[in-house]
């Protein structure tokens, strides 16, 4: 046992290939480092013999991936001199960003949609003393209000299109590589801006590299700010597959959709950020992009949590769903291995989670036969 080695957060962890000097003030929660689960039950339960992991994002400092990115935008604006940070937010977005500007002693404006946004995420603004700011429309109209008014208004835009977020987010796929010690077949996410799918295509094809600025197309993305370090496991990349709600499914249409629908509130955006840089990232690493519907997203959420007792909000369990259905049909081979983003804690959204629970607390005398009873009644 080593004594005395507490984990400060990502940044620390991966400084030489994240764009930070020695004096920057870091401004962390002890972000990353999540947990990789194998799931043992639910191959079995499919009768398919694929290696499956979850990579549990939802176990970040707010409770979702957001804060890998955060940590780093939020270091970058307070280095930068900036009093203040504003986002679009479907929910994490907002929740991560008040926490961090609540650590920086900044102000966080959040601009979230009217209604349709989960009970936790909210709670979370709230809470960490941002200013929320809900508009009369969804999420793609608040990104397109942010963008305009962080021209001109002093506050530093922390949504994905910020670069240093996905220098942040692309830490997940080092800690992958790390654990796995190469890259696994495939790795699936869902996708709304499609910023974090492009984050982990960064991350590999740093790692895989052994030389060079700019690693892989999608890297321009990163304006410079990608410092590549050198080394890593060579020539190994994971399939990249994303998974959409098909309510809001933009890249299986084939252009941007208006009115986004889904349960899944994460990912109930049709306008991507990240729109042509997440297409190089489908054909730089051959995969591709497909939809679930919100029953296939509710019943992967409520599959991990009773078969292997993980609880991920609505949107996470959208890569489940679409990795379960394409290894049932063979488009992921069997004897491949598999990583599954779980994007975000179930907690996040007790609403939707208990709403398909389906069974309610069962209603017993507090007197000791009617629990034996009860107990009796509901074994196995
Ligand atoms: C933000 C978010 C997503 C979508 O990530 P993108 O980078 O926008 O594609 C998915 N799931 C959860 C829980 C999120 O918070």
């Known amino acids: 046992m080593a004594f005395g080695h507490r984990y400060t957060g990502l940044i620390e962890r991966y400084r030489d290939r994240l764009p930070v000097h020695d004096d920057t003030r870091i401004i962390s929660l002890g972000e990353g480092n999540t947990p990789l689960i194998r799931l043992n039950n639910v191959p079995r339960h499919i009768g398919r013999d694929v290696e499956l992991y979850v990579k549990f994002e939802g176990l970040n400092p707010t409770g979702s991936f957001k804060d890998r990115g955060m940590t780093m935008a939020v270091t970058k604006a307070v280095e930068e001199g900036s009093k203040a940070i504003i986002c679009a937010s479907t929910g994490n977005t907002s929740a991560s960003a008040a926490a961090y500007a609540a650590r920086a002693g900044i102000t966080a404006f959040v601009v979230i949609p009217d209604g349709k946004i989960a009970m936790g995420k909210l709670a979370q603004a709230m809470m960490h003393g941002s200013v929320v700011i809900q508009i009369e429309g969804n999420f793609d109209d608040g990104m397109r209000l942010v963008k305009q008014v962080a021209e001109s208004a002093p506050a530093t835009l922390v949504n994905s299109v910020n670069p240093f977020r996905l220098q942040g987010q692309k830490t997940a796929a080092f800690e992958i590589v790390e654990e796995l010690g190469r890259a696994p077949d495939y790795h699936c996410l869902p996708v709304g801006n499609a910023g974090n799918i492009t ?105 991990l949590t009773e078969k292997e007792g993980v609880f991920c909000e609505p949107a996470s369990a959208a890569s489940v769903a679409g990795a379960l259905r394409d290894i049932r049909t063979g488009r992921i081979p069997e004897g491949s291995s598999v990583v599954c983003t779980l994007t975000g804690h179930g907690l996040k959204d007790p609403d939707t989670a208990i709403s398909q629970a389906g069974s309610a607390p069962l209603k017993v005398a507090a007197e000791l036969d009617a629990v034996t009873r009860t107990i009796l009644d509901n074994m196995g």
């Open 199 to 303: 984050a982990h295509w960064i991350g590999y094809c740093e790692l895989s590299a052994s030389s060079g600025e700019h690693v892989t197309e999608a890297c321009t993305f990163c304006k410079g700010h990608c410092r590549f370090a050198g080394g890593g496991v060579a020539g190994q990349r994971p399939t990249m597959v994303g998974y959409q709600a098909s309510g809001s499914a933009p890249f299986l249409r084939g252009a941007m959709v208006d009115n986004p629908e889904t349960v899944a509130t994460a990912i109930r955006i049709g306008h991507p950020q990240s729109w042509n840089v997440a297409w190089k990232v489908q054909q730089e690493s051959g995969g591709w992009f497909d939809e679930c519907t919100d029953q296939e997203i509710l019943a992967a959420q409520k599959l």
